[in-house]
């Protein structure tokens, strides 16, 4: 039998989802109580997932204004971004295994998925298939520890991505560099494919820093 999951751990994981969703943002909590209310839980578990928040930079809680999205400063942004740069154009120099053509067609899969919501506008579900595009790249590099490293970057990038994506004309853009590095991982070419994918994290670096 499974072991269900611990209050503190459901509360963090449904938080967690309504700040990627931009809830916060729309609905502004300004107290516990409204988690409380709305998670239908009480309220120890709700105050250890958002003091674990907190912890991992996502969240503040202040007793006066609530609860406060917490915001990237440009240092942050330049370290989350240069850290991506590093890991995944390092990982992709290394891949320890050829792509097979499953892999092939979960990442046109994503590249797809990512089409399809930019056409009907929904951020949030071109972010999380623009992430799954760049975690899978790194599955298929084999380094567990790199995939858990960047979980946490993306996360905490993931938020603020949905808010820099809704001001900015490059998305068709985005998408095309995905395309041309799904294409170089099809020929084998690690190194263009290194180039093309650091320009292209580059890219939405200047993006977060201009338009967030």
């Known amino acids: 039998m499974k072991s269900k999951k611990p209050l503190n751990e459901i509360a963090y994981q449904r938080i967690k989802d309504k700040i990627m969703r931009g809830d916060f943002v729309e609905k502004n ?3 516990q109580s409204q988690l409380v209310e709305e998670l239908n ?9 958002l003091r674990r928040l907190a912890n991992e930079g ?11 999205i917490q915001e990237l400063s440009i240092k942050e942004t330049n370290e989350l971004f240069d850290m991506r740069i590093a890991l995944e154009t390092y990982s992709i120099k290394r891949i320890n295994h050829l ?3 499953d892999d092939f067609q979960k990442l ?3 590249i797809e998925e990512q089409k399809q919501s930019f056409e009907k506008e929904n951020f949030y579900n071109f972010s999380r298939a623009d992430a799954d595009f760049h975690k899978y790249l790194l599955e298929i590099g084999g380094n567990s520890a790199f995939i858990n490293t960047m ?3 993306w996360d905490r990038l993931f ?7 809704r001001k900015t004309n490059d998305i068709p853009k985005f998408i095309e560099e995905h ?3 799904l294409e170089n991982l099809k020929k084998g070419d690690y190194n263009s494919l290194s180039k093309v994918l650091e320009s292209h994290i580059q890219g939405g670096k200047m993006q977060f820093l201009e338009k967030y």
């Open 179 to 181: 395309v041309a590095i």
């Open 151 to 153: 979980q946490n970057i």
């Open 29 to 31: 909590y300004t107290s």
């Open 58 to 68: 996502f969240v503040r809680v202040a007793s006066k204004q609530g609860i406060i």
């Open 41 to 49: 839980m009480s309220r120890t578990p709700i105050v250890v997932a």
């Open 159 to 165: 938020f603020h991505s949905t808010l820099v994506l």
């Open 99 to 101: 792509p097979t053509d």
């Open 108 to 110: 046109e899969q994503l």
